[in-house]
């Protein structure tokens, strides 16, 4: 398989913390790759590492197959786009501006396609209105579209979600797919919104405290998620007993709710519930969720 | 190196920044003939003739302050917006990034000079007719001079704009040090400049007074004056008072110096800003 990005044991420390800790990760090419994990478990610092804002402590990564060492990583950032963190641009100049001075730093010998890139992001309506007036769903999208100037084949995004409205989420992400199956650009997206993530990623990395918990595709966890049925009834401590003597797996979600990791016989359990005075509401099969799944991985807990 | 300067270049080209300082420096440089003809006008053609000159390099006792300003509001907008991040993973090495900052500095100090001098020889020469050419020694070891100054100032502001992500900060360290760079150098070059001997009235007995000369305790010397004369011409303000004064001749030190010290700056920022790790 071809990868855009790998990284081998990759470590960076601050003042003997280790916000990284022997990362292994691999970005096949073409892939949208979801970057999962809890606020502090390294994201961003990846991100950095990858875009040359940092050095690794140890370790290292090959973007484009060139090792991070070698003086040629300059030529492999070109073909990439990065949004780190907040977006960055300048706050005093329009959004066309802005693009046409990202594209002198890239040394682009002209400014065509600025427009349709200001389409394609949904600011060609923004005139000579500055920078520094734009809302925040605004600013994220001149970022993405700063970071796609030069067309890039490799797209890094760090939490573009954050801070948008719902139909903004939609906005982005319908970009981001468009981008990804009609320009063919591989995509690092990081976030902590998992239901978001979820409807985007062909391939995961989930990360906690700084190292690799698992990677896998989006077929891989479709496979991996255990199929559960959603039971709404009465009162959940007498589903409780009959569960336990039918020896499921469940797990209560609230006074009138919960999930059952087996295929129960509805009809039987109806009954063995009504026996113990307790009513069947309604049963749902469910898929578990990339959420489920990630805290069945990292644990719930907070750092 | 030559993509990030043609960016940078279009980029000042419409920065209210630059040209507001660009225009502050003219007005200095009008002010000052204007103030020089006044001056003229009341005390005559030989206040010109000695004073005259001073006037007209006088943009250059502020030059610190308008390097200080433009590095830590143009240049540190680059740092403090995130700009430089597009840079980076645009595939730029930070030692051109440096360096472009450092060019386009020392760029934009030379061309303030540039915008007080010139509308101050053209109000001059309104004002002032042709004794305006006698009263200026427009040596060329003076515009040398200049350079080294600039040079000086660029490397030493670069450092804040750039290694600090902070721009109010970045901005009043570089307007500190602008300051004590001042008062610094004027200090020394005051110190030095005390004569040697002073002149005393003495009375006399039928109520007369003696003129006589005597050891003026200010002035310095042994090794005094050598920490003074090193100091002297290690401060870039006390050559830009040299280069102010028709009196002065040309001496080679003090602008190496400053050459020597604007490239252990660089040397020093450049090794920082190569490791710093950017947020």
């Known amino acids: ?303 | 190196m030559t993509k990030l300067l043609s960016a940078q270049l279009r980029r000042l080209g419409r920065s209210v920044c630059f040209w507001g300082l660009a225009a502050c420096c003219a007005v200095l440089g009008l002010l000052a003939m204007a103030l020089a003809a006044y001056n003229t006008r009341n005390l005559g053609l030989l206040w010109l003739l000695s004073q005259g000159h001073s006037y007209f390099f006088m943009i250059e006792l502020a030059a610190g302050f308008f390097s200080a300003l433009f590095a830590a509001f143009f240049l540190g907008e680059d740092r403090s917006c995130g700009a430089l991040r597009n840079k980076l993973w645009a595939g730029h090495a930070r030692r051109d990034l440096y360096l472009c900052h450092l060019l386009l500095c020392a760029g934009a100090g030379l061309f303030f000079t540039l915008c007080s001098m010139l509308p101050s020889l053209l109000a001059g020469r309104l004002l002032l007719g042709p004794a305006l050419w006698e009263a200026l020694d427009p040596a060329p070891w003076r515009f040398a001079c200049i350079l080294a100054v600039q040079l000086f100032y660029a490397a030493l502001f670069c450092l804040p704009a750039t290694l600090d992500a902070r721009q109010a900060r970045a901005c009043v360290l570089s307007l500190l040090l602008a300051a004590v760079l001042a008062v610094a150098g004027a200090y020394t070059t005051g110190r030095l400049r005390a004569p040697a001997l002073q002149t005393q009235m003495v009375l006399q007995s039928d109520g007369s007074f003696l003129r006589e000369e005597v050891p003026n305790a200010a002035y310095l010397q042994g090794n005094a004056r050598a920490v003074f004369t090193a100091l002297d011409a290690a401060s870039p303000f006390s050559l830009s008072l040299r280069t102010a004064d028709r009196e002065e001749s040309f001496a080679p030190l003090p602008p190496l110096c400053l050459l020597a010290e604007a490239g252990l700056l660089t040397a020093l920022g450049l090794a920082i800003f190569q490791k710093q790790d950017i947020q």
Do not use: W
């Not at chain 1, 605004?138 to 139909?167: H, K, S, T, W, Y």
């Not at chain 1, 077929?219 to 998620?225: I, K, P, T």
């Not at chain 1, 509805?266 to 309604?282: P, T, Y």
């Open chain 1, 1 to 303: 398989m071809d990868y855009v990005l790998t990284t081998d044991k990759l470590v960076k420390s601050y003042r003997g913390f280790k916000a990284l800790d022997g990362l292994d990760m691999h970005i096949p090419k073409g892939a949208i790759y979801g970057f999962v994990g809890k606020n502090g478990a390294g994201k961003t610092t990846l991100i950095r590492l990858i875009c040359g804002l940092q050095e690794p402590s140890a370790g290292g990564f090959t973007l484009y197959g060139i090792p991070n060492r070698r003086r040629d990583i300059a030529k492999a950032r070109r073909r990439m786009g990065a949004v780190v963190e907040t977006p960055s641009f300048y706050p005093d100049m329009s959004a066309l501006e802005n693009l046409k001075q990202q594209s002198l730093i890239l040394g682009l010998p002209s400014f065509t396609g600025l427009e349709e890139l200001l389409e394609l992001v949904g600011l060609e309506d923004t005139g000579r209105k500055k920078a520094r007036n734009f809302s925040l769903g605004m600013r994220q999208r001149l970022g993405i579209a700063l970071a796609l100037v030069g067309d890039p084949d490799f797209l890094v995004l760090d939490e573009p979600v954050n801070g948008l409205d719902p139909q903004g989420i939609v906005e982005i992400r319908e970009l981001i797919l468009k981008l990804n199956r009609e320009q063919q650009i591989t995509v690092l997206i990081s976030s902590h919104i998992l239901d978001e993530l979820s409807r985007l990623a062909t391939h995961y990395g989930i990360i906690d405290r700084g190292r690799m918990v698992k990677e896998l595709s989006a077929g891989e966890l479709e496979a991996a998620c255990r199929k559960c049925v959603r039971l709404e009834v009465s009162d959940t401590r007498p589903l409780a007993r009959v569960l336990d003597r039918a020896g499921m797996e469940y797990r209560i979600l609230s006074g009138t709710a919960a999930e059952i990791y087996a295929q129960p016989k509805l009809s039987q359990l109806a009954a063995a519930l009504s026996r113990e005075g307790c009513e069947l509401f309604s049963a749902q099969e469910r898929d578990e969720s990339l959420e489920a799944y990630y805290l069945s991985l990292v644990g719930g807990g907070h750092d």
